[in-house]
């Protein structure tokens, strides 16, 4: 009731909307007289907080991207095929996660599953700070200290569906892309915070490196216990992933996300290992620009667009991949580390831009097909759960690679060819026709 009086809304109206634990009764962002009232502020309160608790489930997600590089320093002896398994292993559960995360916000409310979701998270942060302090642990100890990160990923798919029942349709895209980039943000932060904090005396002290968001984590739950709130009006519609399971066109939207932002969050759990194994000489710190490259970009997908059309958009992103995944060859090659930073920044800008373009795609697509609604939001969170799927295949990719011929660069072309192939996928199917004419 607070936070409705903040928002301008009458005493009166926080009697009729809300009761007790913060439910909001009647919520109707449509309504535009609702909406100036005070609805727009509370909306907005909720999105700010969301984003904070997402940021802090990415950093959690991603903690053992920047971890697993220094753990031989700290006396574990991992293979390759160890350390990529500790990289992969959270991107796995996480993706796992995001389809029962979406049905929590209706169930248990928007508010009250932020504040569980972020507390969860503080489960993967004692359980990191515990295992880095014994490099006597057996691996598969380690690993499943590695799996809990993947609650931090599942965080995604709840936030997102929580946002989009507090705005109206035509603020759903920005509300939505604000929160994904803000959440994608947190791979950069967690990269570039956790080598500042590592360093103890004279060796590391690694505990810090998920100890450092315990008090964050703790804000985030506060912060949703007081000032978030929870929708009576938001329903669950399990029958949405029915619906969109049935359809073609959800499987391969999949199967292209799984290119872009499966790209996206294998190669920025992938990039520090891949910095410290081929240039040692170089420092972990510039590891965090290649996620904070994608996630600024993201926004700017959509945009594009909107204005070219996402299969236009998506088709070069794809493109631009290729031709970045190409110059990180040459430069292993070579062994120049100039040129291999450069194209991973280029490859990083790509996958971003190719993340905004394919979800702007997906309502295009089921509305030209003649499908409802419904499955286009059942195939937005397919698509999520499968695109996420991408950050365990790439450092298995590594791994396999790695263990085969003693080199990355056979995972690169493969990477390349499956590249060529989305590309031609969503050109048949989305390129031609109908599709084209209306721009999807």
């Not at 993201?298 to 995944?325: C, E, K």
Request: glycine share 12%; charged share 10%.
């Amino acid at each position: 009731m607070e936070a409705a009086r903040a928002a301008g809304i009458s005493a009166a109206a926080e009697r009729k909307h809300h009761r007790t634990g913060r439910w909001i009764q009647h919520w109707d962002p449509e309504d535009s007289t609702f909406w100036n009232d005070g609805g727009s502020r509370i909306a907005r309160r909720n999105l700010l907080i969301s984003i904070f608790a997402e940021l802090l489930g990415f950093c959690v997600w991603a903690l053992w991207s920047i971890v697993v590089p220094q753990l031989p320093a700290a006396g574990f002896d991992l293979t390759t095929d160890q350390m990529f398994w500790l990289i992969g292993v959270p991107a796995l559960v996480g993706s796992t996660l995001r389809i029962p995360y979406t049905f929590a916000v209706p169930i248990f409310g928007g508010r009250n599953w932020t504040m569980v979701s972020a507390g969860l998270l503080l489960i993967p942060c004692t359980a990191l700070a515990l295992a880095v302090q014994n490099p006597d642990l057996p691996f598969g100890v380690l690993l499943g200290a590695a799996a809990l990160a993947g609650f931090g990923g599942g965080n995604f798919a709840s936030s997102m569906a929580n946002i989009s029942f507090f705005y109206p349709e035509k603020g759903k895209g920005a509300a939505l892309g604000w929160n994904a980039a803000g959440g994608n943000v947190g791979t950069a932060v967690v990269q570039f915070v956790v080598p500042l904090v590592i360093v103890g005396g004279a060796g590391l002290a690694l505990e810090r490196a998920s100890l450092v968001f315990v008090p964050f984590v703790l804000l985030a739950v506060v912060l949703a216990w007081r000032f978030m709130d929870n929708l009576s009006t938001a329903k669950a519609d399990p029958r949405s992933f029915a619906v969109a399971a049935k359809l073609g066109h959800t499987w391969i939207i999949s199967f292209i996300y799984i290119g872009t932002f499966g790209s996206f969050i294998g190669f920025a759990g992938a990039f520090p290992t891949l910095m410290h194994s081929q240039f040692p000489e170089m420092s972990l710190s510039l590891a965090f620009m290649g996620a904070l490259v994608g996630s600024a970009t993201r926004p700017l997908g959509g945009i594009l667009a909107d204005r070219l059309g996402g299969v236009s958009i998506t088709l070069v992103s794809f493109v631009v991949m290729a031709l970045g995944t190409v110059g990180a060859i040459y430069s292993l090659g070579v062994h120049s580390f100039a040129m291999f930073f450069a194209s991973f920044m280029l490859l990083f800008v790509a996958t971003g831009v190719g993340n905004g373009s394919v979800y702007r795609m997906i309502p295009a697509v089921f509305r030209v097909s003649g499908s409802t609604a419904r499955a286009a939001a059942g195939c937005i969170g397919i698509a999520g759960a499968a695109g996420a799927f991408g950050g365990f295949l790439i450092p298995r990719g590594f791994a396999i690679s790695t263990n085969a011929t003693g080199s990355l660069v056979p995972a690169f072309w493969v990477f390349i060819g499956m590249y060529a192939v989305m590309a031609v996928i969503c050109w048949i199917f989305y390129g031609r026709g109908e599709m084209r004419a209306a721009r999807v």
